[in-house]
C-alpha cells in the first residue's frame, strides 16, 4: 500500500499564524473555508474543510513551534492524533 504522505515546512514559522498559512499553503486543501485553528484541524482530520487528502502529515523544521502556548504546542496536535485514525501527524 502507498503512503500519501503531505510535508508541512515550518522553518520561518513565527507564530501560529505563520503555522496555519504553512499548513494552507503546503498541504493545499480544497476548502477556502479551513478555519486555521485547533477546532478547525481536528475537523479536517475528520474530513471536514482544510482534509488534508493524506495517510500522513509530516511537519519538518519544527524547533520554531516549541514555545508556543509555553511549549505545549505540538503535544496539543500529539493528544489531538490520539483519537485519530485517518491521518498520521509527524513532527521533525
Known sequence: MDTRTKIV???????????????????KPESPDFGR???AFRDALWGGPGWPD?????????????PFRDGQFIDIFREMAQGIDSVRLVFE
Open 9 to 27: 515546512d515550518c522553518p520561518d514559522v513565527r507564530s501560529e499564524e505563520d503555522f496555519w498559512a504553512a499548513y494552507v499553503r503546503d498541504v
Open 37 to 39: 485553528n485547533f477546532d
Open 54 to 66: 493524506a495517510d500522513e502529515l509530516r511537519f519538518i523544521h519544527t524547533s520554531s513551534l516549541a
